[in-house]
Each structure stands twice: as structure tokens, then as C-alpha cells.
């Protein structure tokens, strides 16, 4: 409980610091896991994952600056309402729905992660290769940017993993004679690196931006009228943000901009969105937050991440030696039901703080870069040190730092990175497994009808950007 | 709108060396060559011992691939040029640089004074003058985290200057 409750906190604390948010903040919080239980790590994990995507709606609502990508579609009508002084109202509406739409989609989460678990129980070798790789496809077609830079993104990551011994063999395979590479690059110098190294460049080019910041009286429940006008928009995008969020891809951004479009279509009120219409921000919300329970569903059940943060989640787990996926359904029910039971708690927790605490939380965004940034390198420096006591580390994390800084700079997103790299072990793993029961026939693959089910469905995620850009040139 | 045409425009008229589509793109080709070179000099395991493919094969695969993929985006960024990009501004380069000083102290001097030490630069160069604000990112809140890892989380950070006093 009380690793609940300061997760939460620490989540809405990152959630509410532009640059930050809950994956740039799991991957920090990260090498301190390994001083917890499993249980504890995962939910301190899942609390700041719950509540820094709600804390992001603040620092939109108040300063036209998404704290996190998933608010971005909050900025359209949050910050107009802050600007016709209205920006207790805002919030009051961007904490209510989403804690509706977190609490619906730890209700889908319960039910649906052990069916897709238990469908599970069905896949072979083959099958969990065939699996992986639609995982890897739809990067392309719903992640963030150009689709092939997403794959070759992808493709990096999963090269990444073959570093180190080589797992059949014990080959060495790109360590050019470096020991410490033998044993491979780990995930946090990796996901620090990529995930806050690199931000702390990308701050380094900000310096001189000025935030109009409005201030916060209090905040406001939502009034009668309020409620109904959103009650059904809050409750078609917690659907929708759940379903977008079980897709293995990034979640909470895609699932706000369908939810925000969504709401505007079904809108009596189409011309107020983007001047500060209260279901813009009840459709975003909820859907971005429902997206967090939706993420979880694969990232438990089959060991895919649903989004960058649950890839971080997903790290953590492996890291404490957890294996995601069906027997964990069946040897550790308890170690679930308590990440159920968390997920669900702080969904609670950060509308109770929200309430209470979010003009303190305003306040936060009067922390300088200046002074926040060389905060951080000391805690991610340390953090990965403290791993392995390895000053490599400490270096490959400040080289994918720079890397992840020119990756971005260039339309490359670093989350396939990380998604490649936790999949790469699988991916290569059954494929290798595979052709050994196959006797090396590689058409064999195709004689299976849930591996073929896969790689059809990866074939329409590789297809579907494609067809996505031809229709809208066509519409232009 | 006008903005990005005109620096659409402005990449169309650089040599195509010079364009970031291409350098990008030659780097990616470049490196992922060479480590393509690197898998040939990878051991070969007797087919006795080989289950499945040989331990090359795979990162081989994944390079061909790479550079496939960035040749097609070279191809069709011909046809559709990058936007150039800002230049990047002095305060990342003395960010950058005070990385390549933190590896060279934290390795030749001291762990903690590393730290110490590029906490004060960069929040210097980012604009931070007033010193009691310095010492707090440069030594108050460092010695906070080095006292918090080695004494809560029980790590002991390499030797050097100032930690060595510290062990003594």
C-alpha cells in the first residue's frame, strides 16, 4: 500500500513535468526496483504508469504543454477552457473521466488478459514466433512517424539482443572482445538511455522556451449539465481506449487522438471542439487512461508490450525474473490479482490527489529544466550503475542516450527500440526452436493455422499504412 | 505552411550529400555494412552440434534487412524530401561535450566528482547563475544520491578521488 501510494504520487509528479511522463520516469525508477519484491516493483511500475497518464492532463490544461503524448489531444480544448478561466472546471473533467476510463479498463483487463491467456495455452514455438512478429509489424502501422523507420527501429532493437553469448551456442557474437559484452547489452542502460538521455537532450535545444502558465484556483467537480453532456462519450472512449491499448503498439497517444475524433463526431457540438469543449477533454482523457489497462492485457498474457510504458513494465518483470504469459496465469494468480487490484487502487488513489493536490502539482512545473535535468543525470547515472556496478553501463547508456536524441531528431521512434530488443530474445529464440521441430523446413511455419492467423494479420499491419496514406492522399 | 516549403526548397537545392536523408541514411548503410562483415567472423558450429541455423545467420538476416529498409526510405525520400531540420543550438554541443568530460573524469578521476561536476556545467550553460542553485544541483543533491545508493540500496560506487576519502 504504501509502495501504492508513493508510486502514485511519483506518477503524477512525472506525469505532470513536460519531458518526463510515466516511461521516461519507469525506466528511472527502474534499477531501484531491484531492491523490492517482485510484487512491489510491479505495482509501484503500474501506479506511476496510471497516474503519471493522468498527469499529464494538468500541465495541458495549464500550459498548452502535454506533461506526456497521451495528453496531447487534451492540450486542443484544455487549455482554451484555463484560458476563459474555466481551468478548475477542465481538470475537474480531466480527472473524472479518467478515472472512469482507467477503472473500466482494469475491469476489461480482469476479464479478458486470463482469456487471451488461456488461448495461449494453444501456442508452440512456432506459434509464439508467429506472434512476435505481428507484435513487431504493427509498430508500422500504428506507432508514432514514418512506418519503415519504425521497422528499421525495430529491427535495431532486436539486433541489440543478439549481443553477448549467443543462448544455443554460447558463441560470441558482437563483442569484439569486450567481456563486459558477453553477458549482453541490459535493458536499463538501454531504456534509460533512450528514454531520458536522450530527453535530456532534446531539453538541452529548449532552453530559452517561455510557458504561459495559467494559474489554478481550485478544481471543480463537474457539474450536473456537465455529466450530461459526457456520460456517454466518457464511457464509448473508455471502450475505445481499451481496445486500442490491448493492440501491441503505443497506446495511450493513438487511443486520445481516436478518442478526441470520436467525441467531436458524435458531438450535438462539433464547432466548440478545439475552443474548449468539456467532451473534447472528457473524450481524450478517458480514452488515454483507458489505454492503460488495455496495454496490460498482452504485456501479462502473452508477453507483448501494449505500449512504451508497458514495455518498461515488461522489463521490470524480466528483470525480477518474472515471465509474462499464460503460467503465469496458472502459477501466480495472486502475484496478478495484486497488479489488478493496484492498477485499480491507484486509478482511486490519483483522483482522491488530484482533487486535493493538483494545485500543488501546478506548481511543479515551475522547476526549471535548468535545475531538474542535472537532477535527473545524477539519479539515472547512479541507477544504472547500481545494476551491475558497471561504469559500461554507465556508457552505454549515455551512447543510446545520443543515439536516441539523433533517432528522434530524424523521425526514428525509440520505442521499437526497446520493443525489438525485449522481443528479440523471443523472436529468435522460437525461430531457431522451430526450424529444429521443423527439421529446418521453413514452409512448415505455414501449415499452422494460429501462425498462419498471425502472419496474415502481419502482412495487414505492414499493408495498412499504406492503404491508410493512398486514401488520404486520394482525399486530398 | 510557407515555413516548411521554403525549407523543403532549401534541402532541394543542397547537393544530395549534404541533404540529412542522405547522411542518415549512409550512415545507417555504413555501419550495419560493417557489422554485417563482423557476422562472418563469427564461430561455425559443426553440424553436430548446430540446432537450426548457425549463429550468424540471424543477425545477418537482420542486417540485410536494415539496409534494405533504409535504401527504400532513401528512395523515397528522393521522391519526398526530409524537412531540414534547425540547427542544433550551442547549448547541446557543450550538453554533448560535458558527456565525453563525464566519461573521461568518471574513469581517470572520480565517479562522484563526474557527476558533481557536469550537474554544475550543464546547469550553467543552460543558464543557471546563482551559485547557491549550482552547489544544490552540483553537491547537495549529488552527495543526496550517492548517501541514499550506498547506504538504503547498499552499492559501492568505483574508487577514485573523493570516494576513496569516503571508504577511508
Redesign the interface.
Known amino acids: 500500500m504504501i509502495v501504492l501510494f508513493f508510486g502514485t504520487l511519483f506518477g503524477l509528479i512525472l506525469g505532470v513535468l513536460p519531458g518526463l511522463g510515466p516511461t521516461t520516469g519507469g525506466a528511472l525508477i527502474l534499477p ?1 526496483t531491484m ?1 523490492l519484491d517482485p510484487l512491489s516493483a510491479i505495482v509501484l511500475l503500474t501506479s506511476i504508469y496510471c497516474a503519471g497518464t493522468y498527469g499529464g492532463a494538468i500541465t495541458a490544461v495549464l500550459i498548452n504543454t502535454p506533461g506526456t503524448p497521451a495528453a496531447a489531444a487534451t492540450c486542443l480544448d484544455g487549455y482554451p477552457l484555463a484560458q476563459k478561466g474555466e481551468a478548475g472546471r477542465a481538470l475537474g473533467m480531466a480527472t473524472v473521466s479518467s478515472t472512469v476510463g482507467g477503472i473500466f479498463s482494469v475491469i476489461i483487463l480482469v476479464f479478458f488478459a486470463p482469456i487471451l491467456a488461456q488461448l495461449a495455452y494453444e501456442f508452440g514455438q512456432p506459434e509464439y514466433f508467429a506472434l512476435a512478429i505481428f507484435g513487431l509489424t504493427m509498430l508500422a502501422s500504428i506507432g508514432e512517424g ?1 512506418p ?2 519504425n ?2 527501429a525495430g ?2 532493437g ?2 541489440i539482443s ?1 549481443v553477448g553469448k ?1 543462448f ?2 554460447s ?4 563483442t ?1 572482445g569486450v567481456n563486459e559484452l558477453t553477458e549482453g547489452i541490459g535493458f536499463i542502460p538501454v531504456v534509460v538511455g533512450l528514454f531520458a538521455m536522450s530527453e ?2 532534446t531539453q ?2 529548449l ?1 530559452n522556451q517561455i510557458f504561459n502558465r495559467i494559474a489554478l484556483k481550485a478544481i471543480k467537480l463537474p457539474s450536473k449539465d456537465d455529466y450530461k453532456k459526457t456520460w456517454k462519450t466518457i464511457l464509448r472512449s473508455s471502450g475505445i481506449g481499451s481496445f486500442i491499448g490491448v493492440l501491441p503498439a503505443e497506446g495511450g497517444t493513438v487511443a486520445s487522438l481516436i478518442g478526441y475524433s470520436e467525441a467531436k463526431r458524435f458531438s450535438k457540438n462539433p464547432e466548440e471542439f478545439g475552443k474548449g469543449s468539456i467532451e473534447g477533454i472528457a473524450g481524450a482523457e478517458a480514452a488515454n487512461n483507458a489505454a492503460t489497462g488495455g496495454a496490460m492485457v498482452p504485456t501479462l498474457a502473452l508477453g507483448i508490450p501494449g505500449s512504451a510504458t508497458t514495455a518498461v513494465i515488461l522489463t521490470g518483470l524480466i528483470i525480477h525474473g518474472v515471465r509474462p504469459g499464460p503460467d503465469l496465469f496458472r502459477e501466480q494468480p495472486d502475484f496478478l490479482y495484486g497488479i489488478f487490484g493496484a492498477m485499480l487502487i491507484a486509478n482511486i488513489l490519483f483522483f482522491i490527489f488530484g482533487f486535493f493536490g493538483a494545485k500543488i502539482f501546478a506548481r511543479i512545473t515551475l522547476v ?4 531538474l ?3 535527473i ?3 539515472s ?2 541507477g544504472t ?2 545494476l551491475n ?1 558497471s ?1 559500461i553501463d ?2 552505454i547508456m ?1 551512447f543510446f ?2 543515439l536516441g536524441f539523433f533517432m528522434r ?3 526514428f521512434s525509440v520505442v521499437p527500440v526497446i520493443i525489438g530488443l525485449i522481443l528479440g530474445e523471443l523472436v ?1 529464440g522460437t ?6 521441430i521443423f527439421d ?1 523446413n521453413w514452409f512448415m511455419f505455414f501449415t499452422r493455422p494460429i501462425a498462419l492467423t498471425f502472419f496474415v494479420l502481419s502482412l495487414i499491419a505492414l499493408a495498412f499504412p499504406l492503404i491508410r496514406s493512398k486514401k488520404i492522399n486520394r482525399k486530398l | 505552411m510557407k515555413n516548411v516549403q521554403k525549407s523543403k526548397r532549401a534541402n532541394k537545392s543542397l547537393p544530395f550529400f549534404f541533404k540529412d536523408e542522405f547522411k542518415v541514411s549512409f550512415i545507417i548503410i555504413f555501419i550495419s555494412a560493417i557489422l554485417l562483415i563482423t557476422t562472418f567472423t563469427f564461430d561455425i558450429v559443426p553440424p553436430i552440434l548446430n540446432r537450426g541455423i548457425q549463429p550468424a545467420t540471424f543477425p545477418k538476416a537482420l542486417l540485410i534487412l536494415i539496409i534494405g529498409m533504409t535504401l527504400t526510405i532513401y528512395y523515397l525520400a528522393i521522391k519526398n524530401p526530409w524537412k531540414v531540420e534547425k540547427k542544433l543550438p550551442k547549448s547541446f554541443f557543450l550538453t554533448l561535450f560535458s558527456f565525453v568530460i563525464f566519461v573521461i573524469v568518471s574513469k581517470t578521476l572520480d565517479f562522484f566528482l563526474a557527476i558533481s561536476a557536469l550537474s554544475i556545467f550543464v546547469s550553467y550553460c543552460w543558464g543557471e547563475k546563482r551559485i547557491f542553485y549550482l552547489l544544490l544541483v552540483g553537491i547537495i543533491f549529488p552527495v543526496i544520491v550517492f548517501i541514499f545508493f550506498e547506504t538504503i540500496l547498499g552499492l559501492r560506487f568505483p574508487p577514485g578521488i573523493i570516494t576513496n576519502i569516503y571508504y577511508s
Open positions: 531501484f531492491t514514418s519503415i523507420k521497422l528499421i529491427a535495431f532486436i539486433l543478439t549467443d544455443m551456442t558463441i560470441d557474437r558482437f569484439f535530456m537532450l538541452s535545444t532552453i526549471p529544466n535548468k535545475i535535468w542535472p537532477m543525470f545524477a539519479v547515472v547512479c550503475y547500481s556496478q561504469i554507465v556508457w549515455l542516450g545520443v531528431r530524424y523521425g529468435e525461430l531457431r526452436q522451430s526450424l529444429v529446418g
